[in-house]
């Protein structure tokens, strides 16, 4: 990105850090000591997000922190609050709604080419959640006691919420069947939305998407007039016609991250506020804490919108 330059870095491996800026601490409180930022990027593991989004907010930068936003409800309305007071930037690195394909279903569902929004389905698969060494890529996962709905369903509620709008109630079901992890590793959610829209997400790490590809499974959207599916392999599809391929990628999952931090580094430029917003992203947060009290209570949760 020619508008931004990684100008330090810091990580607890200090080689890590070198490899990534000129500049490399080990202490993130020494790299802002010393460093003149214009905003600081959060890539950390989830219990970190709170002590760093308080440095960040102690000197007015803008911050932009990797999802899940913080283990608990407690941690992130105190990351939102913190920020809110100091009058610094947070925004919720949330890339999956900046997937292209998600970005042109939305266009094409808001200018009417499905009729009225009546509901959607997400079938989430990737084939890393098996064996007793699963998620080779971050095995972390396996020890984290919240799992499929904390860490990878997120994306979807989000996106859900980006598409028809805000949520009134979840309903979910989830289970671990891999004994070599701690967390849930399948779930089924049902999510109603203000408008009446009605959404199911049925999400395992068990096996490939057909076709396979970045979107890891596909979408159905419904509307009283057409459909539209979104394949694995990002292609559009209006019943059997296809009607919108994928830019050739580049980067993660369609260029995502890439729009997503285009995104930051404009509206931090510009004043206006990030679609991800630290305050706007509680309510994606919410519905994750609701779907968790839905399984644990096996009843449909409404979504409170204030904790």
Not at 54 to 77: E, G, H, S, T, V
Not at 249 to 267: M, W
Request: aromatic content about 8%; hydrophobic content about 40%; some cysteine.
């Amino acid at each position: 990105m020619p508008e931004a330059e990684i100008v330090a870095a810091c990580d607890p491996d200090l080689q890590r850090a070198r490899a990534a800026a000129p500049s490399a601490y080990s202490s993130a409180e020494e790299m802002l000591e010393n460093e003149e930022l214009d905003f600081l990027d959060i890539a950390t593991r989830p219990d970190s997000h709170l002590p760093l989004a308080r440095l960040a907010a102690a000197r007015k930068l803008p911050a932009i922190c990797q999802k899940p936003m913080a283990p608990n409800w407690a941690d992130a309305l105190t990351m939102v609050e913190t920020a809110e007071r100091a009058g610094a930037r947070l925004m919720i690195h949330e890339n999956w709604r900046w997937q292209p394909w998600y970005r042109e279903a939305q266009r094409r569902i808001a200018r009417g080419d499905i009729g009225r929004p009546v509901s959607y389905s997400f079938r989430v698969r990737q084939r890393d959640g098996l064996g007793p060494a699963p998620y080779p890529r971050q095995p972390y996962f396996s020890q984290m006691p919240r799992l499929l709905i904390y860490e990878t369903l997120v994306h979807q509620i989000d996106t859900a919420r980006f598409l028809f709008g805000e949520l009134d109630s979840v309903f979910a079901q989830a289970r671990r069947v891999n004994p070599a992890i701690q967390g849930e590793d399948q779930a089924a959610l049902v999510l109603t939305h203000l408008s009446g829209v009605i959404g199911t997400i049925d999400a395992h790490r068990f096996a490939e998407p057909v076709p396979a590809g970045p979107a890891m499974g596909d979408a159905i959207f419904d509307g009283d007039e057409a459909s539209l599916t979104v394949k694995a392999d990002g292609e559009i599809f209006a019943g059997d016609r296809r009607v919108w391929s994928p830019p050739q990628e580049t980067g993660y999952k369609g260029d995502s991250v890439l729009a997503t931090q285009r995104h930051f580094i404009e509206r931090v430029r510009s004043g206006e506020a990030f679609e991800s917003e630290g305050r706007e992203y509680l309510k994606t947060f919410d519905a994750v804490e609701s779907a968790y009290e839905s399984v644990a209570q096996r009843a449909t949760i409404f979504i409170r919108r204030t904790r």
